[in-house]
């Protein structure tokens, strides 16, 4: 079973709805969640990060954590054509120093 | 503020020679992390370096192989290079704090 995991997609979603987007991780003792978005032959960038229980909000994303049941998940509002990405799961573990272990991935595709 | 920085861009390399990637770390950030990325494989961790000392390293051959100095940069080696290496090498560095930043990776083409 792989640590993180994410669903492969492609998610395809209407312009103006909501994206959701899901992550699961195995590993109880871990710490640090983000997600990034990665466009096609580009690197990834950093869109959140979450480190506590909740919701935490940023413009039109909103990541969301439950680490009971070890998921984090992100919600794009409003999603736009330009939203047509992967986004990637990564977490950190305690006493892991700053190693990043990634989902494979979702493909995001907002239709115009 | 520069980001991360990568060199260089792409490479072409031939089966057994060996490569040398580049990465300086945006101002500040003492920790650097390296990534390989495959299209079967996804993004895998090779190391971390903190301090110019691994911290953390990766389920990779001894063929891969990094270090920092004093100034934060850091660079990887891949000796006697395999076809199954051709990938998106990234760098990413981190204060810490606030997540990592990548950069622009090294596209690396074993033929």
């Known amino acids: 079973q792989k640590e993180v995991e994410q669903n492969s997609g492609p998610l395809s979603v209407p312009e103006g709805a909501i994206a959701s987007l899901n992550c699961t991780y195995s590993d109880r003792v871990s710490q640090s969640f983000f997600w990034y978005r990665q466009y096609s032959g580009k690197s990834p960038e950093l869109i959140m990060s979450i480190y506590s229980n909740g919701d935490k909000e940023d413009g039109r994303f909103t990541a969301q954590l439950n680490k009971a049941s070890q998921y984090v998940s992100l919600l794009i509002r409003d999603s736009q054509p330009s939203d047509s990405a992967t986004y990637l799961c990564?977490?950190?573990?305690?006493?892991?120093?700053?190693?990043?272990?990634f989902g494979g991935g979702t493909r995001l595709m907002v239709k115009p | 503020k520069a980001g991360v920085t990568q060199t260089p861009r792409y490479l072409i390399k031939t089966r057994g020679q060996q490569v040398t990637l580049s990465c300086s770390p945006i101002?500040?950030?003492?920790?650097v992390s390296w990534y390989q990325q495959t299209p079967g494989q996804g993004l895998q961790f090779l190391f971390e370096y903190f301090s110019e000392t691994q911290r953390n390293k990766g389920n990779f051959p001894g063929r891969f192989s990094g270090r920092q100095f004093s100034n934060s940069r850091s660079e990887m080696n891949v000796s006697t290079l395999e076809l199954g290496d051709s990938a998106l090498y990234l760098c990413?560095?981190?204060?810490?704090?606030?997540?990592?930043?990548f950069g622009s990776g090294t596209r690396l083409t074993v033929v």
């Open positions: 990564a977490v950190t573990a305690e006493n892991a120093g700053n190693m990043l272990t």
């Open positions: 990413a560095s981190s204060s810490g704090t606030h997540g990592y930043t």
């Open positions: 101002s500040g950030h003492r920790s």
